[in-house]
């Protein structure tokens, strides 16, 4: 018998609830009772949502009032001593405390590190581990919730990341083994598994992702020794892998005593025969059918052409899921009424993949005439946008043919480059910027909204848009900045904007997916060739420069960026698309540098997010998004300054790629990791200037310029400090402009005591 299940489905609801039930929370405007029943209401909503597609399994433990690893975290008791004495349960305010570096108390903390997780355009809370780290169960909230699911009537499969992922992703400020933190470990692990099995729960799903990757010996021999010790004849251990192939490790993970597996077969399909060989009939195999990451429809005959393939060669019992959890994907597609006929029969979002799953089980089950009318459905799409000549645009294809090897390549070198921009800037030392984006107000939105609706004409709207740039550039010009940037009040979002004016993509009304927290963003579909058809910031920008006589920094975001924060097309290699996109915004580059914008910034903050999980195809995709960047960039005169961003990844493996950008300045994320991320330039001597984020736009919390100065200190043992700017780690939207302005008086005054510390000596 063949069943269905779900590996986690989107949490803040199809119209955003939680974040905006969340917001409200810290805000004080509703208490935690009222925040419980919202997050218990959309909870239920999703729960028969998934149960109404036939599903024969519902995954509890996949909601989180932030995200999931915070949650796992909190549930084995490891809160860092910071965030005060340890309680059980962990309360909410610890939580947020953990997440946002503040709770409804309003003292500050140093939040959490937050990075991206794995390859995706989600970011997590990074755990915290020491040698001496103790470990108990500190929450009831996943039994709490199996419990409402099973009231609902529904088979709960309660969602746990796994001991070895989660020590995996930890971080120490201490040199040691992780992997002896186990003995400790999993007795919570052990607890948390026979809590559930005495409620009843027949399954219960244990991620572990990491064995997609390249692991150390002792890792990867150290799974064999967890599983053995958590098994249990009380319940069966479903583990999950996906975003990647198990390669290596296929052997290894067929033989762990669990009582099965799910693999990703849109990220690893090439894994499917290695499994084969190795798993045994009495176990649970679990095939990743339809994407989880993407959009793209299921070729409903390709799925099934599969599964009749591993029919042929394994006897046990087969299940079909999503990829990885839907949590990537936007939830209902119905949702989307004014998207392009032509193109919506394409895509499937979170609702529509867990039809295609019963579908799929229901042709396997009864026969391809019991799903023919779905099957026929999918068959017409599939070709339909096979053939469609939407997807094709000769012009930008010759474009890329024709692309010259030196086309990525700056008139000169840095040295003489940087000599005429100082020449041209007439900046001091230590400048102040900030990464581009400022507070996104009520108003701002409204007018926008208003706008859209069409109940503002296009001269009011732009009238409107010039005085919030106004306001920006008087408030940057009062704080004392050195170089100032529009602050994008015409932007909803900083890849969804250019989405709307490129040829070739489509953007959507309701099509929202969790970035981090409360943070949300509507990834453009990327289905064909991708063009500029006319310049998409230079209107703005010039207007901001002709407000101020001090350099105004072009905001673009890059290549790679769009890329990766954009649903693409799956029809044609990446790199393609990418080189696409760079030809569109070097045009842009060049129309900036014509209406006399000095410093461009073309923002990668997702350059990283692309790597591959596998290092040995790191140096292909290194070198075409390399290559993507520097078309973007180098069409222009060596007085033009062009600066990127990076925030929230790990890139000191790669930094000899980030130089090779060739940048002439970079702004990272620092201020989370008390700049342990500059660490990398301790070895390799960056030729370029550097900005590190000198604190945290993701917390209220207002930094002091005692501490900002001590950081910039800290930055300057590892980069010369001429090659320092000042900078937030971050654009500026989500926060208030109180916020906004007591933070950047701090930092700007804490540049010119290093100014003046600098001149004394």
């Known amino acids: 018998m063949i069943k269905t299940h779900n590996l986690g489905f989107p949490r803040l609801g199809e119209n ?34 998934q149960a109404g597609s036939g599903l024969d399994f519902i995954p509890v433990g996949d909601f989180s009032y932030y995200d999931q690893v915070l949650d796992t975290s909190v549930m084995l008791g490891a809160v860092p001593e910071r965030f005060g004495p340890a309680t059980q349960p962990v309360g909410l305010d610890t939580y947020f405390r953990m997440a946002r570096g503040r709770a409804s108390d309003g003292q500050a903390y140093r939040a959490c590190e937050m990075t991206k997780w794995f390859d995706t355009n989600y970011h997590y809370l990074v ?33 746990l990341l796994g001991p070895l992922t989660w020590l995996w992703l930890a971080k120490s400020a201490t040199d ?30 244990i991620d572990e992702p990491v064995l997609v990757l390249d692991l150390p010996v002792a ?42 597996l799910h693999i990703d077969l849109l990220k690893g399909s090439e894994q499917l025969t290695h499994v084969l060989d190795n798993f045994a ?26 599964v009749s393939g591993v029919q042929e060669r394994f006897k046990g019992e087969l299940w079909l899921a999503p990829s990885c959890s839907l949590l990537h994907v936007p939830v209902d597609l119905e949702l989307e009424t004014e998207l392009d006929k032509a193109v919506k029969p394409w895509l499937a979002f979170a609702r529509q993949k867990l039809t295609e799953l019963e579908v799929l089980r229901r042709a396997i089950e009864e026969g391809t005439a019991a799903a023919e009318p779905a099957l026929s459905e999918s068959r017409t799409a599939i070709r339909s946008r096979r053939e469609s000549g939407l997807r094709h645009n000769q012009a930008v294809q010759a474009r890329v043919v024709s692309l010259s090897e030196d086309i990525g390549r700056r008139q000169s070198g840095f040295a003489v480059r940087r000599q005429q921009q100082q020449i ?13 984006s400022f507070p996104q107000t009520p108003e701002i939105r409204k007018v926008r909204h208003e706008f859209k609706q069409g109940l503002l004409s296009e001269q009011d709207y732009n009238q409107l848009m010039e005085q919030q740039i106004e306001h920006c550039v008087r408030e940057q010009e009062e704080l004392g900045l050195d170089v100032l940037v529009h602050g994008e009040p015409e932007r909803n979002d900083m890849v969804e904007y250019f989405g709307e004016q490129l040829d070739g993509v489509l953007t959507t009304a309701h099509g929202w997916v969790q970035s981090y927290g409360t943070r949300c963003v509507k990834p453009p579909i990327i289905y064909g060739d991708v063009s500029r058809p006319a310049p998409m910031t230079v209107r703005w920008i010039a207007y901001a420069q002709s407000q101020t006589g001090k350099p105004m920094k072009g905001m673009l975001t890059g290549p790679v960026t769009i890329l990766n924060w954009s649903f693409v097309r799956d029809d044609q290699p990446r ?4 080189y696409q996109l760079a030809l569109a915004l070097r045009d842009e580059v060049q129309d900036l540098e014509a209406a006399g914008i000095p410093i461009i910034q073309i923002d990668e903050p997702a350059f990283r997010e692309g790597l591959p999980l596998r290092q040995a195809q790191w140096a292909e995709y290194l070198d075409w998004a390399g290559r993507a960047f520097r078309i973007s960039a180098s069409g222009v005169q060596d007085a033009t300054q062009i600066h990127t961003h990076m925030c929230y990844a790990e890139f000191n493996d790669i930094i000899e790629a980030i130089a090779g950008l060739d940048a002439d300045v970079i702004t990272i994320e620092t201020s989370r990791s008390n700049m342990e991320l500059l660490d990398a330039f301790i070895d390799f001597d960056y030729p370029n200037d550097i900005g590190p984020g000198v604190y945290d736009i993701h917390s209220p919390n207002i930094p002091m310029t005692e501490d900002i100065v001590s950081l910039l200190k800290l930055a300057g043992e590892r980069i010369s400090p001429e090659k320092l700017w000042v ?11 109180g916020e906004v302005r007591k933070a950047l008086a701090n930092m700007v005054e804490a540049a010119k005591l290093l100014r003046s510390a600098a001149t004394e000596a």
Do not use: M
């Open 127 to 159: 755990p915290e581990v020491e040698p001496n780290q103790q470990f108990a169960l500190s929450g009831t909230r996943l039994f709490d919730e199996t419990r409402e699911l099973q009231a609902l009537g529904c088979n709960p499969k309660p969602v």
């Open 281 to 306: 009939d009495h176990k649970v195999l679990s095939l990743g059918l339809v994407d989880g990451r993407n959009v793209w429809r299921t070729d409903l005959d390709s799925a099934l052409a599969t």
């Open 727 to 737: 900078n937030p780690d971050c654009g500026l939207k989500t926060r208030q402009w």
């Open 176 to 205: 040691f083994n992780k992997l002896d933190l186990l003995d400790r470990l999993l007795p919570v692990y052990a607890e948390i598994i026979q809590r559930l099995a005495g409620q009843g729960v027949e399954w219960i799903q």
């Open 575 to 578: 790199s393609a698309t990418a």
């Open 16 to 49: 955003r609830e939680l974040k905006f039930a969340l917001e409200r929370y810290w805000r004080g405007e509703i208490d935690q009772p009222a925040l419980d029943g919202i997050a218990a209401d959309i909870r239920q909503r999703h729960w028969r949502l």
């Open 219 to 260: 890792w990867s021999s150290a799974f064999e020794t967890v599983y053995y010790r958590l098994q249990t004849n009380a319940v069966k251990i479903l583990l999950a892998t996906y975003f990647g192939e198990l390669n290596a490790h296929a052997s290894l993970t067929c033989k762990l005593p669990v009582a099965g």
């Open 424 to 436: 041209r800037l007439k900046l001091p030392s230590y400048p102040t910027t900030t990464i581009g």
